[in-house]
């Protein structure tokens, strides 16, 4: 892809915002937000064509905001380098990844997504196009474009940064019964520097696995969790492993960590026959998930079963003194297993919508159905977790149901500081404030 073909596509689309009038909201083809929407209606800018790699060099790659992360992959990979942090479901864009929140195992050294990207060009609500970058005129939207969820703008083309990478991972798998001792251990091995990428898996109480992952240019042998080894399976069955590094950054896709049971596709009759390697993975996934939204077949079998159920998917970021404790009330409380941990490093820049302090974080991954006999008020557990995050100073992404007050939805997530934001980009409110996107899920 060309850079005149990209500045043709912007110029074509400011002027399709600039014709229109009303609430916007965009078209396109993937999407991992996990939160019904309100409805209502908005006029649609279809922004499917702005997914191309411009450029890759040795230390950042250049796109248009709909590249997903699989096409980022594919194109750096041969010139010996990786996006520095890659998210873990192929259809992840990296525009989707700065105006959320993108994690990954090599986050305990470079930070979340948004902690990567150098410069970004965004679509306003009036039409215009700007440049943002740390320390230009418009150093105020860069900073707080993480976490907005379009509501500040749409990132048309992000430039991240890359690093080299090696043909293979070798992981190395150690196993932990004592919580304390997991992170006295995670914390130590974050210090010392002593592996690539690290993360962890919670399988239950009393099982917990720590996973340290080398670049390495050789490997006696690579296993492949693309089609009937299921990789989540593997962390507790064998001290040590190697895959190839475009394996390695896709280990979770396949099973969508673990959720793809929740579809069958862990079934292996099911898995050879009906999905096949083509079929398996968080594409075909989505899919699946959306249309099962739409239709409400689980929702009709839990009633008829007596079941009621609420979905519980989110990931929280708690500093790591406070992780044990985190785990200690989720297990009390919530209980859903697996669950997946992985650590974060220092926040080098202040971003606005999503504060953290100079410190090391964990990142509690946990996406399941929390079905009880009982009836509970609408986002019960939702609510237990958030209040408990928010005592430990933690903070939640926003990609999934929320159910805060708002007054403490703006306590938490600089409200005063967005909306002076929001009156300077988006001063006609054309597209949503943060609290209705991701609260009253506009």
């Not at 997530?413 to 009253?440: M, N, Q």
Request: with cysteine; aromatic share 12%; glycine share 8%.
């Amino acid at each position: 892809m060309t850079r005149a073909g990209y500045e043709k596509k912007k110029e074509s689309l400011a002027a399709q915002l600039r014709a229109g009038q009303g609430p916007v909201a965009l078209q396109k083809d993937t999407s991992n937000l996990f939160r019904d929407r309100a409805g209502g209606a908005r006029r649609r800018l279809d922004v499917r064509a702005f997914n191309e790699v411009l450029a890759v060099e040795r230390d950042y790659v250049e796109c248009e905001g709909m590249a997903t992360y699989e096409a980022l992959v594919d194109a750096c990979l041969p010139h010996g380098v990786m996006p520095a942090v890659v998210p873990q479901l192929k259809t992840i864009t990296l525009g989707g990844a700065l105006a959320g929140v993108g994690i990954e195992s090599s986050s305990h050294r470079h930070g979340l997504v948004h902690d990567t990207v150098l410069e970004c060009d965004v679509l306003l609500a009036d039409g215009r196009i700007v440049t943002a970058t740390p320390a230009n005129e418009h150093a105020e939207l860069f900073h707080a474009f993480p976490n907005s969820y379009g509501t500040l703008g749409y990132a048309l083309r992000v430039k991240a940064k890359t690093i080299p990478v090696k043909p293979y991972v070798h992981l190395e798998h150690r196993a932990f019964s004592d919580p304390a001792v997991f992170f006295r251990t995670l914390e130590e091995l974050l210090k010392a520097g002593a592996a690539d990428f690290v993360d962890g898996v919670v399988f239950e109480p009393g099982k917990l696995f720590l996973t340290l992952g080398h670049f390495t240019d050789r490997a006696p042998y690579t296993s492949d969790y693309t089609f009937e080894k299921i990789y989540y399976r593997s962390i507790a069955e064998r001290p040590e492993d190697y895959l190839t590094v475009r394996d390695y950054l896709w280990r979770w896709d396949t099973d969508w960590f673990w959720c793809s049971k929740n579809v069958g596709a862990q079934n292996p009759l099911l898995r050879k026959l009906v999905y096949g390697r083509e079929r398996l993975g968080s594409k075909t996934y989505t899919k699946i998930m959306r249309w099962n939204s739409a239709a409400g077949v689980t929702k009709r079998l839990e009633r008829v079963l007596g079941l009621h159920s609420e979905s519980v998917i989110q990931d929280v970021d708690i500093p790591i003194q406070r992780a044990a404790e985190f785990l200690s009330f989720y297990e009390e409380n919530i209980a859903l297993w697996p669950q997946w941990i992985c650590p974060i490093g220092f926040q080098r820049r202040p971003f606005t919508l999503y504060p953290m302090r100079s410190d090391w974080y964990v990142n509690f991954g946990f996406w399941d159905v929390k079905r009880t006999r009982e009836a509970h008020p609408a986002g019960h557990f939702n609510r237990l977790i958030e209040r408990k995050v928010a005592e430990l100073g933690g903070i939640k992404s926003l990609y999934s149901d929320s159910f805060f007050p708002q007054e403490e939805f703006g306590r938490l997530y600089a409200g005063a500081a967005y909306a002076r934001i929001k009156a300077r980009y988006d001063a006609s409110g054309a597209f949503p404030t943060l609290y209705e996107k991701c609260v009253l899920r506009a």
